[in-house]
């Protein structure tokens, strides 16, 4: 029997202390290698926190974090992360056009995915994302 491949993205207990204020506390998670994992929260979760702790962006109090297989500094160099806008143009028009586009992105992502059975976490607030 051979032994199954480890995951994508594994994250143990990880806790993040930003100056006297915790971040994160015990928080486990394991991104299978050919899915993609979707982090819902309200804002002030910590969602942006936990994949910035796993990329290495801010240090670990706690725990650790693996990425196939590998320890997250030597892994690290097989993410991609694509951080969000700090701000946003309110003049900017939004329209239906940009449904269209967020499709198109996640179609995209799911080819990536199945293609080189990549681990893809997405965060965002819109479980309409997550149904499809």
């Known amino acids: 029997m051979t032994a199954a491949a480890p995951p994508g993205i594994l994250v143990d207990r ?18 299978a290698a050919g899915q993609i994992t979707y982090l819902l ?10 994949i910035k702790a796993i990329m290495g ?17 030597k892994g690290r160099s097989a993410i991609a992360y694509v951080p969000q806008r700090e701000s946003v ?4 028009p939004t329209t239906a056009l ?9 179609d995209l992502m799911r080819d990536l995915q199945r293609d080189f059975n990549s681990s ?13």
């Open 41 to 50: 929260g309200r804002n002030g979760a910590g969602k942006s926190t936990l």
């Open 98 to 106: 940009d449904v269209t586009v967020q499709s198109q992105i996640l």
């Open 14 to 31: 990880i806790g993040v202390r930003l100056g006297r204020r915790e971040m994160l506390r015990e928080v486990t998670l394991t991104a």
């Open 89 to 92: 143009d309110w003049d900017f």
């Open 120 to 132: 893809i976490i997405l965060i965002t607030h819109d479980l309409g994302v997550v149904s499809q």
């Open 57 to 73: 962006l801010v240090p670990l109090a706690s725990g650790y974090v693996k990425i196939f297989g590998q320890d997250a500094s």
